[in-house]
């Protein structure tokens, strides 16, 4: 079975602070991966989508990086801050996406 | 449009009606993803349309739900007989390059659906 698994399910950190998400996924066998940004009563933003043959995107104060073989992905987010607070989602296409439940993040102040 | 849009917004219904969802996608975007999202979980593939056929419904949970498309404009998702259960947010998505490795699918602000 495809699943999609993310740690942890909830973050709070100060302001500034360097932070690693995780994901991880059962199948390998994979397209691509995309990590979503999720607000309250908005749709999901497409942050970052990484190729299967890639191991790595960065735009601007984040980084995605990709080991298929042993299924796993992280999400770097450098010098966070109030406005990174959000719920991050990753997922993965096979023939259809496959979503992680997220990781909730506050940053504060 | 500028970006998909989801119709209503919110949406709270008794046990037992029937409720319409409705999505417009994108401007020239081929296909249109339905997901359900429960509370504190990931979003769940309902259906996805490629034009106006669906080449893929195998995440609709019961044969209360259905979906129908227009051409390649507006969907709509219905849910007959309203459980508990059905209370989620349903998310659209549409794209322009399914089943493509380059693909990013444009999410929608979802429905909020509340079954009393």
């Known amino acids: 079975k495809q699943e999609v698994t993310q740690i942890p399910a909830a973050l709070s950190v100060p302001e500034g602070e360097n932070l690693v998400l995780n994901c991880s996924f059962t199948d390998s066998a994979i397209y691509n991966l995309q990590w979503f940004r999720q607000d309250p009563g908005k749709g999901l933003t497409s942050l970052l989508l990484?190729?299967?043959?890639?191991r790595e995107q960065t735009s601007g104060r984040l980084n995605a990086s990709l080991d298929k073989s042993s299924g796993r992905s992280t999400l770097y987010i450098a010098a966070s801050q109030p406005g990174d607070s959000a719920t991050y989602l990753c997922a993965v296409r096979y023939n259809k996406l496959i979503f992680g439940a997220g990781t909730r993040l506050a940053v504060h102040p | 449009g500028a970006g998909v849009s989801q119709s209503p917004s919110n949406k709270v219904t008794e046990k037992g009606k029937d409720v319409e969802l409705r999505c417009d996608p994108i401007s020239g975007h081929t296909a249109l993803y339905w997901y359900r999202q429960r509370l504190g979980q990931g979003l769940e593939f309902l259906i996805y349309?490629?034009?106006?056929?669906?080449?893929?419904k195998s995440g609709l949970p019961s044969d209360r739900f259905s979906a129908e498309r227009t051409g390649e404009s507006v969907s709509t998702l219905t849910i007959q007989r309203t459980q508990q259960e059905d209370s989620a947010v349903y998310l659209c998505a549409s794209s322009s390059q399914p089943a493509s490795y380059q693909e990013t699918q444009y999410f929608g602000p979802g429905t909020r659906l509340l079954v009393l």
């Open positions: 990484i190729q299967s043959s890639q």
């Open positions: 349309f490629q034009g106006n056929s669906a080449p893929d």
